[in-house]
Structures are given as C-alpha cells and as structure tokens.
C-alpha cells in the first residue's frame, strides 16, 4: 500500500511536519481517530487488512491513536481488542483529532479522509470506484 495513495497533501505533511526530529518525536501531537464498520471491518465483520496496516504506521510512526464508532463505545473498544489494536477509545465525535478516517463523508477532524467503501466480489475485497460528484 502505498501512503500516499490514501493520504492527502496535507495529511502527510501533517505527520511528516519536523524532519529534523525522527518520525515518531515529530509526531507525538498528532491525534488520529479511526472509524470501525466500513474503515478498520468491512460490513460483513472481516478486518480490513490495508486499514489495518495504515493504521500501525501511523502508530509505528508516533501519533497518538483513537478508536471510535457510531455503535458506541463498547462496541469501539471490543473491535479495537478483537483487531489487536492499542488505542484510545472515545465517543465519536467526543474529541476533533488532527485526521480522521472513515468511509462516509464526514467532517470530524481537521484533516478528513474517506475510505472507499469495501465491497466482496468473488470473495474477495476490492474497493468501490470513487463516486462521480459532478454527475
């Protein structure tokens, strides 16, 4: 997977802000906030292994982890200890983070970044095309 294939610009800049420091110094402040159903799992309960991965480089990389669904709390931290992934757990929406990632449009974090959509096709995941928005 390729970073920049996901993150915008100023996504990346964002994380990237202090080359002088290492990476993870440089990101210690940075606050990103993952959605679960659509964004870490697909809607049929399967963990989504890009998400995943994206989501421990941020982690690798410095920046303060956030869990959250619109299913609750409880809900957010039983997939996060499911997945095997260390975060915090809040209320969507409780806090604005640096980025945000889910697959609705949104507008939660500084920075928002949708994830396509998951869809199965011959049993294997693939990501929706990107909507038309002027069509």
């Given at each position: 997977m390729v970073l920049s294939s996901i993150l915008d610009?100023?996504?990346?800049?964002?994380?990237?802000?202090?080359?002088?420091?290492?990476?993870?110094?440089?990101n210690e402040g940075v606050i990103v906030a993952f959605d679960i159903d659509g964004t870490l799992i697909d809607y049929e309960g399967s963990p989504i292994a890009d998400s995943i991965q994206l989501f421990h480089l941020l982690q690798r990389l410095g920046c303060n982890m956030v869990i959250w669904s619109a299913g609750g709390e409880a809900y957010a931290r039983a997939t996060a200890k499911w997945l095997g992934l260390s975060a915090?757990?809040?209320k969507k929406g409780a806090i604005t983070p640096d980025i945000a990632f889910d697959d609705n449009e949104f507008d939660l974090g500084k920075v928002n970044i949708r994830i396509p959509t998951q869809k199965k096709e011959d049993g294997k995941l693939k990501l929706a095309p990107k909507e038309d928005k002027e069509g």
């Open positions: 610009k100023e996504a990346i800049d964002m994380i990237r802000k202090d080359t002088k420091t290492s990476a993870k110094e440089s915090n757990v809040v």
